[in-house]
């Protein structure tokens, strides 16, 4: 089994900066990509960031690219987020998952990531 446990959550005035951290317990065998997703309320969930593939190249929603920087260690099983610029529009719980892919895509669909954490709340006012 895996847990996923994020922290880092808060409210913060737009244009401030928040970080964001999600450490994976368990069997660390059982995943091989990670991510970070955010539902606001009300919508779906929307990737945020993450590898899209097993290579480990983080890449970023268009909404967060060059205000968010999202960094994996390997050797903690962890995976941060740094959010700086913030919006309004980027308040949202802030979900990070976890899945095991058998090809070499992690991918962006909510719904094929098995592990989630219980979410972090981040709200910009």
């Known amino acids: 089994q895996v847990q996923l446990v994020e922290s880092g959550g808060a409210s913060v005035q737009a244009g401030g900066s928040l970080g964001l951290s999600c450490v994976s317990q368990?069997?660390?065998?059982?995943?091989?990509?990670m991510a970070w997703f955010r539902q606001a309320p009300g919508q779906e969930f929307e990737w945020v960031a993450g590898?899209?593939?097993?290579?480990?190249?983080?890449r970023y929603s268009d909404p967060v690219k060059n205000r968010f920087t999202a960094t994996q260690d390997n050797t903690k099983n962890a995976l941060y987020l740094e959010m700086s610029g913030l919006k309004p529009e980027d308040s949202a719980m802030y979900v990070c998952?976890?899945?095991?892919?058998?090809?070499?895509?992690?991918?962006?669909?909510?719904?094929?990531?098995?592990?989630r954490g219980q979410g972090t709340q981040v709200t910009v006012s």
């Open positions: 590898p899209v593939t097993r290579s480990g190249i983080i």
């Open positions: 998952a976890a899945r095991r892919s058998s090809d070499r895509w992690c991918g962006t669909d909510y719904n094929n990531y098995a592990y």
């Open positions: 368990g069997d660390e065998g059982s995943t091989n990509c």
